[in-house]
Structures are given as structure tokens and as C-alpha cells.
């Protein structure tokens, strides 16, 4: 089994930053891919970043140039570094990731952890 844990998130001026981080636990063997999601109240889930089991790395166009998203293998946590951030970033944000254990392939999600950005 494969668990992540969500830490970063919080409330941050109009301007500010914050970084997000997922670790995963678990007997992993790689992270083939993973990805960054969010939902806003009344809104549907979406992609915001990911890395691509080819290793492309797509943003969402309103977070291109502001956002980037990373992992250290060694510890195999993934963040999301978030830069001028703007009121319409607000939401639960989620990891996603695509990992290989020594036994299976699993495609898990993080708990979500809450954004919000206001004055």
C-alpha cells in the first residue's frame, strides 16, 4: 500500500508564496508520474501540474510562470512551489501520484490540504 501525506498549505497574502509538499510512503520502487490538483468551492477538480511518466511537464495556464513543481527522489516527496499567489488560487490542493511498489502499480491521492489566499 501506498499513502501520501500533505503539508504546505495555509493562509498567504495576495503576493505571497507557499510550497506544498507529498510524501509517500510505502514500499515504493519508483514514481512514474505525479501531478497537482485543486478545487475551488463550487468548482470542478483540475490539473495545475504534472509530470508526465515520459517526463513532460505540463501547467495549467494560469499557474504557468508562477508554479513549479518538483520531487526529491530520495525522499520520494513531490511540491508544488507556488509564487504570486492571487485570490482565484484558492482551493484544496491534491497530489497525485503514479508509483511502482515491489508488488504493484497504485495511482493514489493525498488527503488535500487548503490554500487560501486573502489580505
Known amino acids: 500500500q501506498v499513502q501520501l501525506v500533505e503539508s504546505g498549505g495555509g493562509l498567504v497574502q495576495p503576493g505571497g508564496s507557499l510550497r506544498l509538499s507529498c510524501a509517500a510512503s510505502g514500499r515504493i520502487f519508483s514514481i512514474n508520474a505525479m501531478g497537482w490538483y485543486r478545487q475551488a468551492p463550487g468548482k470542478q477538480r483540475e490539473l495545475v501540474a504534472a509530470?508526465?511518466?515520459?517526463?513532460?511537464?505540463n501547467y495549467a495556464d494560469s499557474v504557468k510562470g508562477r508554479f513549479t513543481i518538483s520531487r526529491d527522489p530520495g525522499k520520494n516527496t513531490v511540491y508544488l512551489q507556488m509564487t504570486s499567489l492571487t485570490p482565484e488560487d484558492t482551493a484544496v490542493y491534491y497530489c497525485?501520484?503514479?508509483?511502482?511498489?515491489?508488488?504493484?502499480?497504485?495511482?493514489?491521492w493525498g488527503q488535500g490540504t487548503q490554500v487560501t489566499v486573502s489580505s
Open positions: 509530470n508526465t511518466s515520459g517526463g513532460r511537464i
Open positions: 497525485n501520484l503514479d508509483v511502482t511498489t515491489l508488488t504493484a502499480r497504485y495511482n493514489t
